[in-house]
C-alpha cells in the first residue's frame, strides 16, 4: 500500500521549516542512491531502442526456458515465460512502465494535494474546513478497495490508472503541506509581504510553497515506491494495464501457476520490483536526513 | 465528553464520504452496464442490464435509493452468486478478521520490543540490522513474498500447507507475511518515539533522581510509544484489511480480500460496491475507537476539570 | 584555591581540580579546567556564569549526568568525602538521588508527562528505600510534598504534571530531590523559567534546605539572584573559575575584571555608560 512516512504519522508531528543545508555524509548518501536511480530510469526510458528482443513476440517452442546460470543460454540471459517471451526485454519494458506510473501517479497526487493543502493551510476559515474533511475522509477509505472499485468499472488504462493512483495519495501531501502552512503564515517575511500588497496568489505559490519544497520532495521520492507497489498488487489482480503493455505485476501473475516448473517467470518480477522500490526508498530516505535535521539521530 | 461527540460526529460524516465515494466511482467513471456485457453488446441487451441494475434512474433517485438501502443493512445482492450481498461479505469478514488481528499481532509484540532495543542503542549492530530489514520490508511487494514463501515453505519442503484456513498451521504463512508492512512501520515509530523520550528532559531527571535506566525504559519511556503505535493501528486497520487483497489472493484464504478478487473477475459490481462500503466502514470504526483512546492514554489531551 | 585539603572531607559537595573534556568529530574540547569549589552542609554557594562557561557541565558532573562523549579526566568530585567522579555506574547510581539531589530548570519537563506526580514521587521513594510498604511509601511522599508548602497535598499527587503551575511543579521537584535527604542539593538554573514572585517563593523553600543543613549548589546566570540567598559565590568563565569568595566580597568589592562586567552589566536606571570589554567575548 502507499508508504505513509511513518514520522508524518504521529499526531501533532511539528514540521521542519527552515532549510538546512545538508552535511557532507548525507549528500554523499544522495548520490549513492541516486546514481543507480538515475541509471534505471534512463535504461527505461530508452528501453525501446535498446537491442532486446520484441517482449511480446511469443515463440511457443522456447516456452519456460531457465535463466542463464540454470541451463540457459545468451539468446534469453533471463529465461523465457510461459508463451515463450524473452524475460529480459519484459522486465526492461515493465520497468518502463512501473517507472512512468510511479512517477506518474506521484505527480498527480503531488499536484491536487500540494495545492489545497497551501490554500487551506493559508486561508483557514470554512475552505479549510472543507478541504481537511474530504482529505481526513480520503485517509479514512480503503486505498485498494477504492482502486478496485474504479478499474472495475471504468475499465483500465494508463490514464486511469493515474487517476487512481493520484486518488490514493494527494491526501498525504494535503495534509502536511497544510501543516506546514500554517505555520509559515504567521512568519514575519509572510506578513511583510501581506502588507506591502503582494497578492495572495503570490504568496501562496512562490513564497510558500518555495518553503515547503523541502517536506514535498522527500515525500514525493517516499511515494514513488509506494506507487510502484500499489501498481504491481493491482497488476497482480487483473486490473492494471492491458496488453501489449507490459507490468512486473501481471508477469508475477502470470508465472503463479508456474512455480514449481519454472519459479523465474513468477520471482525475477518480484526482485525488479523490490530492487528498485528499495532504491527509491533508500534515496527517499537520504533526502530525508539530508534536510530535515530533526531525524538525525547521531 | 462532548469531545467524544465530535470524534463519533466525524467519522459518520466521513462514513458518509466514503459511502457516497463508493456509489459514485463504480457509476460516474464508466457504465457498469457495457463492463458486464462487454463492448460488443446491442442496445437492447445494455437497456436490459441498466434496468435490472437500476442504473436507468437519474442519478440522484439512484443515489437516495441506495442510502435508503444502506440504512437498513441492506448492500444489495451479487450479482453472479444470487444471494443477499451482506450474508455473502459477512460469511468472510471472519476470516479476514482473524488474518488482520493476526497481523497486527505479531507486528506489535516483535515489532515494540525491536524498536524499543534498537532506540536503546542507536547506531549499534542490532539497530541497523533492524533499520535495513524495516526497510527491506517496506519494500517488497506482498504478494510475491507470499508466493516465494509457499514456494520454498509449502511446494519445495513441505513444511506448511500451501493455502485455505482449515488447519491452525495454514495461518502462519499468510499471518507473518501480512505482518511484514505494519511490522516495519512500527518497528520504526516506535524507535522513532522512543528516541525522542529518552532524550526528553525526564528521563535525565528521572536518572538524576536515582531510577534506573531499565526503569526509565520500561516503565516511562514505554509508555511514550503507545500512543504512536495506536496512531499505526489506525492507519493501518484499514490497510489490512484491503492489503490483504493480494495475501489473501495467494494464500487462497476465505476471505473478504479474495471476495473482491473474484466479484472483480466476475464483474459483480454490486457486490465490489458493498465490500468497498463494508471495508469503509471498518476502517472508519478503527479509526474511531484509535481517536477515543488517545485522551485515555495521554492525560495532556484530556478536558481539564474545572 | 577554595577550601583546604584537609576539609575536603568534610564537606557536603567538592569538586577537586576537576577538568572536564568533550570528544567530539572536531578533537577534544576543554569544557571545565581546574575548578575546586566545596559546598559546607548548610551552606549555598551560587556557580554564576553566563551559558557556555562550564557551570552547567560541573554540576551535572557532580550527578553523574553528563553525555556519553563528556568525561571527567582530572582532578575528583566528592561528596560527603567518598569519590563520585569515575565511579562505576552502579555506584553512581545509588549516589545519584542520595546523597545528591538536583532541581531542573523545567520542573514540569523532568517529569514524566503520562504518570501522576504522586506515583513519580511514590518511584522515586521506593528506588531508595526498596523495603516499605505501600502505606508508608505514600505517607512519605505526601509529607515531603507537604513539607514544600503546599496545601491541598492530595491534589498535587493526583495531578499531572501539565497541570500544575511553573512554581508547584518546581516545588514538586525540590521535594523529589530531597526525598532522600542528601548531603547537598544542586539547582541548575531552577527559577530561569520563572516569573519574579514565583521565584521568590521557590528560593525561599530553598533557603529552608539550607537552614536544615542541607548543602545547596546555585547554579544561575543572574548574579544578584544568587546574592539574595548564597553564603558564597563563585564565578565561571569559559570553563575556569575566575572568583570565590563571600557573598558581600564579591559584590561589593569584585577582585576580576570578568566579575566586575557582570555586576556591570546589571540595569542601572541610573546609568548608561556600559560597553562590553572585547576580552569577554564568548566563541561559540
Redesign the interface.
Known amino acids: 500500500?502507499s508508504?505513509?512516512p511513518?514520522?508524518v504519522?504521529?499526531?501533532g508531528a511539528a514540521p521542519a521549516t527552515r532549510p538546512v543545508a545538508p552535511r557532507r555524509r548525507d549528500r554523499r548518501s544522495i548520490l549513492v542512491f541516486g546514481i543507480p536511480l538515475g541509471v534505471l530510469i534512463l535504461v527505461s526510458l530508452v528501453a525501446s531502442w535498446l537491442p532486446l528482443p520484441d517482449p511480446n513476440r511469443q515463440m511457443l517452442r522456447d516456452s519456460k526456458l531457465p535463466p542463464l546460470l540454470f541451463g540457459g543460454s545468451w539468446d534469453h540471459p533471463l529465461g523465457t515465460d510461459l508463451l515463450g517471451r524473452d524475460m529480459l526485454s519484459r522486465l526492461v519494458h515493465g520497468g518502463q512502465l512501473a517507472l512512468i506510473l510511479g512517477i506518474g501517479g506521484t505527480l498527480a497526487g503531488l499536484l491536487p494535494g500540494v495545492t489545497l493543502g497551501l490554500i487551506g493551510g493559508y486561508r483557514r476559515g470554512w475552505v479549510d474546513a472543507a478541504i481537511s474533511?474530504?482529505v481526513?475522509?480520503q485517509l479514512?477509505?480503503?486505498?485498494?478497495?477504492?482502486a478496485?472499485?474504479?478499474?472495475?468499472?471504468?475499465?483500465r488504462s494508463v490514464t486511469?490508472i493515474i487517476v487512481v493512483l493520484s486518488l490514493l495519495s494527494w491526501a498525504q501531501y494535503a495534509r502536511i503541506v497544510r501543516a506546514e502552512t500554517i505555520a509559515l503564515r504567521d512568519r514575519t517575511f509572510v506578513l511583510a509581504l501581506r502588507a506591502a500588497g503582494v497578492p495572495t496568489r503570490r504568496i501562496i505559490f512562490r513564497h510558500l510553497l518555495a518553503n515547503t519544497a523541502g517536506s514535498i520532495s522527500v515525500l514525493a521520492a517516499l511515494q514513488v515506491?509506494g506507487m510502484i507497489?500499489i501498481e504491481?498488487?493491482l497488476s497482480?489482480?487483473?486490473?492494471g494495464v492491458v496488453a501489449p503493455d507490459i507490468s512486473w505485476?501481471a508477469m508475477?501473475a502470470g508465472g503463479?501457476d508456474q512455480?514449481?516448473q519454472a519459479?523465474w517467470i513468477?520471482?525475477l518480477?518480484?526482485v525488479a520490483?523490490?530492487l528498485v522500490?528499495?532504491l527509491t526508498?533508500?534515496f527517499a530516505?537520504a533526502l530525508r536526513r539530508a534536510y530535515d535535521p530533526r531525524q538525525r539521530?547521531? | 465528553m462532548s469531545r467524544a461527540a465530535a470524534h463519533i460526529g466525524r467519522a459518520l460524516a466521513t462514513l458518509w464520504l466514503a459511502v457516497t465515494a463508493a456509489f459514485l466511482l463504480t457509476r460516474v467513471s464508466g457504465d457498469p452496464a457495457v463492463r458486464i456485457a462487454g463492448e460488443l453488446a446491442t442496445d437492447d441487451i445494455l437497456d436490459g442490464i441498466r434496468h435490472q441494475l437500476g442504473t436507468d434512474r437519474p442519478l440522484i433517485v439512484q443515489y437516495f435509493d441506495y442510502l435508503w438501502h444502506l440504512i437498513r443493512f441492506d448492500l444489495g445482492k451479487s450479482l453472479t452468486y444470487h444471494t443477499d450481498n451482506l450474508e455473502l461479505i459477512g460469511s468472510r469478514l471472519p476470516a479476514s478478521l482473524a488474518l488482520a488481528v493476526g497481523a497486527m499481532a505479531v507486528a506489535i509484540v516483535v515489532g515494540v520490543p525491536l524498536g524499543v532495543i534498537s532506540a536503546a542503542r542507536v547506531g549499534s549492530l542490532i539497530d541497523r540490522v533492524v533499520s535495513v530489514i524495516s526497510l527491506i520490508g517496506q519494500s517488497v511487494p506482498l504478494f510475491w513474498v507470499g508466493l516465494m514463501a509457499i514456494m520454498f515453505l509449502a511446494v519445495r519442503w513441505g513444511m506448511l500447507p500451501a493455502g485455505g484456513n482449515e488447519s491452525l498451521t495454514a495461518y502462519i504463512l499468510p499471518t507473518l507475511t501480512l505482518a511484514t508492512i505494519p511490522l516495519a512501520q512500527i518497528t520504526r515509530l516506535t524507535r522513532s518515539s522512543m528516541g525522542e523520550a529518552l532524550s526528553g528532559g525526564f528521563i535525565s531527571a528521572g536518572l538524576a533522581r536515582g531510577l534506573s535506566r531499565t526503569r526509565m525504559i520500561w516503565n516511562h519511556a514505554l509508555r511514550h510509544t503507545a500512543l504512536p503505535v495506536l496512531t499505526v493501528i489506525a492507519l493501518q486497520a484499514g490497510m489490512l484489511l484491503s492489503g490483504s487483497v493480494t495475501v489473501e489472493v495467494v494464500y487462497s484464504w476465505p476471505g473478504m480480500g479474495r471476495l473482491i478478487a473474484s466479484a472483480v473477475e466476475l464483474r459483480d459490481f454490486t457486490l465490489v460496491q458493498g465490500l468497498v462500503v463494508v471495508a469503509a466502514l471498518v476502517f472508519v470504526v478503527a479509526n474511531l475507537a484509535v481517536d477515543l483512546l488517545y485522551p485515555v492514554i495521554d492525560p495532556r489531551l484530556r478536558r481539564s476539570r474545572s | 584555591m577554595d577550601v583546604p585539603v584537609n576539609e575536603m572531607g568534610r564537606a557536603a559537595l567538592a569538586f577537586d581540580h576537576v577538568e572536564i573534556v568533550a570528544r567530539t568529530r572536531e578533537g577534544e574540547r576543554t569544557l571545565v579546567k581546574d575548578f575546586s569549589v566545596a559546598v559546607a552542609p548548610g551552606e549555598v554557594v551560587g556557580l554564576i556564569g553566563e551559558s557556555g562557561s562550564g557551570k552547567t557541565t560541573a554540576a551535572r558532573a557532580a550527578i553523574g549526568l553528563l553525555d556519553h562523549n563528556v568525561r571527567v579526566v582530572g582532578g575528583s568530585i566528592s561528596v560527603r568525602g567518598t569519590v563520585v567522579h569515575s565511579a562505576a555506574e552502579n555506584r553512581c547510581a545509588e549516589i545519584r538521588g542520595r546523597d545528591v539531589g538536583m532541581v531542573f530548570q523545567s520542573a514540569v519537563g523532568s517529569l514524566d508527562p503520562l504518570m501522576r506526580v504522586g506515583r513519580q514521587v511514590n518511584e522515586v521513594i521506593r528506588a531508595h528505600f526498596p523495603g516499605l510498604g505501600k502505606a508508608e511509601v505514600r505517607a512519605r511522599a505526601a509529607a515531603v510534598i507537604a513539607s514544600m508548602g503546599f496545601e491541598d497535598v492530595d491534589r498535587v499527587l493526583r495531578a499531572f504534571p501539565h497541570e500544575l503551575s511553573g512554581g508547584m511543579a518546581q516545588r514538586v521537584g525540590i521535594a523529589l530531590a530531597i526525598v532522600t535527604d542528601p548531603a547537598v542539593v544542586i539547582a541548575d538554573e531552577c527559577t530561569s523559567a520563572l516569573d519574579v514572585t514565583t521565584q521568590a517563593g521557590v528560593i525561599d523553600v530553598l533557603g529552608e534546605l539550607a537552614h536544615r543543613g542541607t548543602g545547596l549548589l546555585f547554579v544561575t546566570h543572574d548574579l544578584l539572584l544568587a546574592g539574595n540567598i548564597c553564603d558564597r559565590i563563585a564565578v565561571m568563565f569559559a570553563g575556569e573559575l575566575v572568583e570565590i569568595g563571600p557573598v558581600l566580597d564579591v559584590l561589593e568589592n569584585p577582585q576580576h575584571e570578568y566579575t566586575r562586567e557582570l555586576l556591570a552589566a546589571v540595569p542601572d536606571p541610573h546609568r548608561n555608560d556600559f560597553t562590553p570589554s572585547p576580552n569577554f567575548a564568548l566563541t561559540a
Open positions: 500500500m508508504a505513509i511513518a514520522d504519522a504521529v499526531a474533511r474530504v481526513e475522509a479514512a477509505l480503503p486505498g485498494i478497495m477504492l478496485i472499485a474504479i478499474l472495475v468499472s471504468s475499465g486511469v515506491g507497489l504491481s498488487s497482480f489482480l487483473g486490473l505485476g508475477l503463479r512455480i514449481t519459479w513468477a520471482t518480477p518480484g520490483i523490490s522500490v528499495l526508498n533508500l530516505d539521530t547521531y
